[in-house]
């Protein structure tokens, strides 16, 4: 299968920055989807922005102008850049890629999670 480790979380003031990083391991084929989502203690998960296997991006209306998605295919990682945070883009951050594996079958595989905390 594959396995997905996040990091670049962390504590940051108010219109700060922060960039998460995804790095994918296993024998993938072929990434049709990557995605970012969040976690709001209570909260069901809700998704933060997409990038396709052709390069088209998706984001939610709240995070429209101020988050980047962005993929390295060579590393097989997947970015997240956040600029102008807000104390409401607190909240756990997944990964999320689905595909297919070399051996043809598909995946579709989460992060760990990693934490964001913006403060006034």
């Known amino acids: 299968q594959v396995q997905l480790v996040e990091s670049g979380g962390g504590s940051v003031q108010a219109g700060g920055s922060l960039r998460l990083s995804c790095v994918a391991s296993?024998?993938?084929?072929?990434?049709?989807?990557a995605g970012w989502y969040r976690q709001h203690p209570g909260e069901p998960r809700e998704l933060v922005a997409t990038i396709t296997g052709g390069g088209n991006t998706m984001y939610a209306d709240s995070v429209k102008g101020r988050f980047t998605i962005s993929r390295d295919n060579a590393k097989n990682t997947v970015y997240l850049q956040m600029n102008s945070l807000k104390p409401e883009d607190t909240a756990v951050y997944y990964c999320?890629?689905?595909?297919?594996?070399?051996?043809?079958?598909?995946?579709?595989?989460w992060g760990q999670g990693t934490q964001v905390t913006v403060s006034s």
């Open positions: 999320n890629i689905r595909g297919e594996l070399v051996s043809f079958h598909e995946f579709d595989s």
């Open positions: 296993g024998y993938i084929y072929r990434v049709d989807i």
